[in-house]
């Protein structure tokens, strides 16, 4: 079956230290996306791509980075510069940017102690 | 002001009850998203609409452009249907802007 995959689903953390979140998918997408979550707060923009070897920061990509050498992968690294890293992150995929529908991995909650 | 206002921010039902949401926005659109997200946290979309009204089994999405409004309706609700439901806005720039959510819990 065709999606998107995202893992750890949990994900503890010592401050300081980086952690790489997986996003994989098979539905042969162009568009690939990074979204944050706090409770009470809609979805926001961390980094995008259009296409592979190319991606753009969103509203929020301070203190994150991210790579895209193939079109299936888009990790996620949230780097110690992130001042407040716990929070839900979910990975999205569209066929081609602009998005049309968009669809979601199952998103890791990562919890920096 | 939020772009993306929805309404109500929580709502408790009844089993069998006929529930609507609705989502305001004050940006300019390509299309507007209904998604769905359980409490395991993955979301699901549900509709992707630009005009009209579209329905997939008890599920209702309508949008008016003209009045920036979209309403999400629910028919003969059931306990299964318990979750957050995002309205969501494609954007000038390409992207998604998000709605806060609605959270919806049905009693049996």
């Known amino acids: 079956d065709g999606g998107i995959t995202q893992s750890p689903k949990y994900l503890f953390r010592k401050e300081g230290q980086n952690v790489t979140l997986s996003c994989e998918q098979n539905?042969?997408?162009?568009?690939m996306y990074w979204y944050r979550q706090d409770p009470g707060q809609g979805l926001r923009l961390i980094y995008y791509?259009?296409?592979?070897?190319?991606?753009q920061k969103g509203d929020i990509a301070e203190g994150y980075s991210v790579s895209r050498e193939k079109k299936e992968s888009f990790p996620l690294t949230v780097t110690s510069a992130q001042k407040n890293p716990t929070a839900f992150y979910l990975c999205?995929?569209?066929?081609?940017?602009?998005?049309?529908?968009?669809?979601f991995g199952q998103g890791t909650r990562l919890t920096v102690v | 002001k939020n772009e993306v206002e929805q309404s109500p921010q929580n709502l408790t039902a009844q089993e069998g009850e006929f529930i609507t949401i609705n989502c305001s926005y004050s940006?300019?659109?390509?299309?507007l998203h209904w998604l769905q997200q359980h409490p395991g946290g993955g979301i699901v979309s549900l509709f992707m609409?630009?005009?009209g009204k579209k329905k997939h089994g008890r599920l209702i999405a309508t949008i008016n452009i003209q009045e920036k409004h979209s309403s999400l309706h629910i028919t003969a609700s059931h306990p299964r249907d318990s979750a957050v439901y995002i309205c969501?806005?494609?954007?000038?720039?390409?992207?998604?802007?998000f709605g806060k959510g609605t959270k919806l819990s049905v009693k049996p």
């Open positions: 999205a995929s569209s066929i081609y940017w602009p998005n049309t529908e968009a669809f």
């Open positions: 539905l042969n997408h162009d568009a």
């Open positions: 791509s259009q296409i592979v070897n190319d991606f």
């Open positions: 940006v300019g659109i390509s299309a």
């Open positions: 609409l630009s005009s």
């Open positions: 969501a806005v494609g954007g000038s720039q390409g992207n998604l802007i």
